[in-house]
């Protein structure tokens, strides 16, 4: 396949949650590359993400982006500057047809969130959201939470207020969806609508880092299916 695969992991996380799938997929003779904000860059706006993202995507190339989680709302506006051959979606957000603009969470999740800002406005890393037995079980070993509490972003309260562009035409092109058990059951419920490939993994949202295998075949198998992908 001439298109490379673009793994992009959620804007509150690094590209540690893909690294094991993407060796996988390199080791497959795939060409990949891992985008997405570093804690370094501190994004504070949905623009900041976005330019993350793009400045790891080839311009050059005909791509596939494999988005994750919330980086899957960022996809119509991806699509309208790079040269994006399909997309997989990986338990990721998936605007709706004829949107404008999405959110980035539902209100009453950010209701949950306004109560861990501190004073500067910032909420706390990804892991620190849930219960320790919530976040230990998305993780295979202390090594991969390691890895990927190293490079956890913390963002503004602010960024989730904001909506996310959503173009006209991103939809057009080919698309599948691979879901980790039930919790986007409604966009894996959207993306069968649409008469996209559909794949289930019975697993948390951090699966690709329990079984990377699994996940890299799931993904190639349904890039095999798009049509006009290759």
């Known amino acids: 396949m001439d298109a490379v695969l673009c793994l992009l992991p959620s804007p509150l996380l690094g590209p540690a949650c893909w690294r094991p799938v993407a060796g996988i997929l390199s080791d497959r003779g795939f060409a990949v590359a891992l985008s997405g904000p570093a804690s ?3 994004p504070r706006t949905g623009a900041d993400v976005l330019a993350a993202y793009l400045a790891a995507i080839p311009t050059d190339r005909d791509v596939v982006l494999v988005p994750h989680s919330n980086a899957g709302l960022f ?3 991806l699509a309208n500057q790079r040269r994006v051959a399909g997309y997989v979606f ?3 957000g998936l605007p709706l047809d004829g949107a404008d603009r999405v959110p980035m969470i539902p209100p009453e999740f950010y209701e949950m969130l306004a109560g861990k800002v501190d004073g ?3 909420l706390p890393p990804w892991t620190q959201w849930w219960d320790e037995d919530s976040v230990s079980e998305v993780f295979p070993d202390a090594g991969a939470r390691a890895a990927v509490e190293r490079e956890e972003i913390r963002l503004p309260l602010s960024y989730f ?10 939809a057009d ?9 039930d919790t986007y059951a409604a966009e894996r ?6 008469g ?3 794949t289930t993994l019975v697993g948390e949202h951090l699966h690709m880092l329990v079984d990377p295998v699994a996940v890299a075949d799931a993904i190639t198998n349904l890039i095999a299916g798009l049509h006009g992908v290759g």
């Open 196 to 198: 996209w490939p559909v």
């Open 173 to 181: 092109r080919p698309g599948a969806y691979l879901a980790f058990g």
């Open 189 to 194: 419920t959207s993306a069968v609508a649409r």
């Open 161 to 170: 207020a904001e909506t996310v562009l959503v173009p006209p035409g991103w």
């Open 75 to 77: 996809v119509p506006s």
């Open 40 to 42: 370094g860059d501190a």
């Open 90 to 92: 990986v338990d990721a």
């Open 120 to 122: 500067d406005g910032l």
